[in-house]
C-alpha cells in the first residue's frame, strides 16, 4: 500500500481536495436553504438533483473523454464545478440551485470517471485492491474535513462557497502535472432490468433502496439538522459521524462476508442500520442519540453497497459481471434521485423526525426482503465458491467498478490456480 501512495499521491490528494470541496457543498447549501427560508420540500428537489446529473455523467463522460481525451474533460468539468460553487450565493433561486446542482452533480461523476481510469492505468494486479481502498480512503477523508470547515466558518457569508470553489481549482493541479493520458473508458452496456433483476433479485431490489438511503445521508442530513435547530458545529459532527463509520465498518464487514452466508450478513447488516434509524427516530432527537443513529446507518449502508455486488457476483459469469454493474449503477442512482423528494414530501407532511423513520422503513425494507429471499431460495452457492469482496463507495463511478469487477475475477482465479496446483 506504501508503493501504491508513493506512485499515485498526487492523485490521491488531488481527489482529497475535491471530495472537501464537494463535501463542503453538499452540506452547506443544506444549511444555507435554512436560512434562506426555503422549504424542506424545495430542498429536496435541490438535493435530488445532484443525483440526477451524476447518473447522468456516469453514462455520457466516457463517450466525452472517447472524443476529446482524458485531459480536456477533466480540466472542462473542474472549471465548470469551480464557478458554479462561487454562484450559489449570488443566484440564491431554488431553481437556480437545483440547476446548479445538476451540472455539479454531472461534472463530479465525469471528475471520478477520469480519475478513475487514471488510478485504473497506473494500478497492478497485485495492487489494484490497495489502490481502490486508498482512493476509497482519500474520498471519505476529505468529506470528514469539509465538515471541520463548515464547522468554524461563517455559513451566512461568501467565504464557505469561495474556499470550496478554490480547493477544486486547486486540485487538478497536482493530478494533471503528474499523470499521463490514459485509453479512453468505453461504457459498458448495462444488462436489461428484466436480466439484471432474475439473476438477483435481492441485489437488484437492494441497490434501488440503498440509493435512498445513501441520498438522504449526502443530500437531507443537513436540511434535517437545520430543520430541529441543530448549530453548524452539531450539523457537521452529524454528517461526519456518518462516514467515518462507513470508513471504519467497510473492511469488518467485508471479511465476514468472505466467510460466511451473504445473505445472512445482509439481513443482519441492515437491520442494525434499521435499529439505527429507528434509534434516532424515536429518542425525541437527543444529540447522542443522533449520533449514535447517524453511525450506526453510515456503518452499515454503504458497506451494503459492495455487499450487494459481491453477492451478485456469486450467481454472474466473469463476462456478464461489467454489465451487470453498469446496470446496478442505474438501479441505485434511480433510487437516489427519488430519495430526497420522497423523504422531503414525508417531512413536510409529519414533521422533521420523519426524516429517520423512512431511513428506517428503506433499511427495514432490505432486512425484509432479504428474508423473504432466503426462505423462497435456499443457499446454492458455499462460503468457499463465494467471490471476494471488495470495498467500492455509493458513489462508485462505471470505473471503479469496473476495477472492483477485476478485483473479483482475479482473486476468483488466483484461488482456482491454488485449489488446482494443490489438488492431489
Not at 196 to 203: F, I, Q, Y
Not at 308 to 333: K, Q, T, V, W
Amino acid at each position: 500500500m506504501i508503493q501504491v501512495f508513493v506512485t499515485s499521491w498526487a492523485l490521491f490528494l488531488g481527489m482529497f481536495m475535491l471530495m472537501v470541496g464537494n463535501g463542503l457543498q453538499g452540506t452547506l447549501l443544506g444549511v444555507r436553504g435554512g436560512l434562506e427560508n426555503f422549504s424542506t420540500f424545495e430542498m429536496s428537489i435541490v438535493m435530488s438533483a445532484y443525483f440526477l446529473g451524476f447518473l447522468g455523467g456516469s453514462r455520457l463522460a466516457p463517450e466525452m473523454i472517447r472524443r476529446v481525451g482524458h485531459v480536456r474533460v477533466f480540466a472542462a468539468l473542474g472549471s465548470t464545478i469551480s464557478a458554479v460553487l462561487i454562484m450559489y450565493p449570488v443566484l440564491v433561486d431554488i431553481w437556480a440551485w437545483t440547476l446548479g446542482r445538476i451540472i455539479i452533480g454531472f461534472c463530479f461523476s465525469g471528475v471520478y470517471v477520469t480519475a478513475e481510469s487514471w488510478l485504473n492505468n497506473a494500478a497492478t494486479n497485485e495492487n489494484r485492491g490497495q489502490s481502490l481502498s486508498l482512493y476509497m480512503l482519500a474520498q471519505m477523508s476529505g468529506i470528514v474535513v469539509a465538515q471541520g470547515i463548515l464547522s468554524v466558518g461563517d455559513v451566512e457569508g461568501f467565504i464557505l462557497f469561495i474556499i470550496p470553489s478554490v480547493l477544486v481549482s486547486l486540485a487538478f493541479a497536482p493530478i494533471l502535472l503528474s499523470v499521463q493520458p490514459t485509453p479512453a473508458f468505453e461504457a459498458t452496456k448495462p444488462m436489461s432490468l428484466r436480466n439484471l433483476v432474475g439473476a438477483s433479485p435481492l441485489a437488484s431490489v437492494g441497490m434501488f433502496l440503498l440509493g435512498g438511503v445513501f441520498a438522504a445521508q449526502f443530500g437531507m442530513t443537513a436540511v434535517y439538522g437545520t430543520a430541529v435547530g441543530l448549530s453548524v458545529a452539531q450539523i457537521s459532527l452529524l454528517v461526519s459521524v456518518i462516514y467515518i463509520a462507513a470508513l471504519a465498518a467497510q473492511y469488518p464487514i467485508g471479511w465476514l462476508s468472505d466467510r460466511m452466508d451473504r445473505r445472512v450478513l445482509i439481513v443482519g447488516v441492515a437491520a442494525l442500520g434499521a435499529g439505527g434509524a429507528a434509534l434516532a427516530w424515536i429518542s425525541g432527537g437527543t444529540f447522542t442519540t443522533l449520533l449514535i443513529g447517524a453511525a450506526l446507518v453510515g456503518g452499515t449502508s454503504n458497506p451494503l453497497y459492495a455487499l450487494y455486488i459481491a453477492y451478485a457476483n456469486d450467481f454472474l459469469e466473469h463476462e456478464e459481471m461489467p454489465a451487470a454493474s453498469a446496470g446496478f449503477i442505474f438501479i441505485n442512482g434511480v433510487g437516489a434521485i427519488m430519495g430526497p423528494v420522497l423523504i422531503g414530501w414525508i417531512m413536510g407532511v409529519f414533521g422533521e423526525a420523519a426524516f429517520w423513520a423512512v431511513v428506517a422503513v428503506l433499511m427495514a425494507a432490505m432486512a425484509g426482503y432479504g428474508l423473504v429471499r432466503m426462505l423462497q431460495r435456499p443457499s446454492d452457492i458455499s462460503v468457499e465458491d463465494q467471490v471476494s469482496y471488495a470495498p467500492v463507495m455509493a458513489s462508485a463511478s462505471p470505473v471503479a467498478m469496473e476495477v472492483a469487477q477485476e478485483i473479483y475475477i482475479e482473486t476468483e482465479l488466483e484461488d482456482q490456480a491454488d485449489v488446482d496446483v494443490n489438488f492431489p
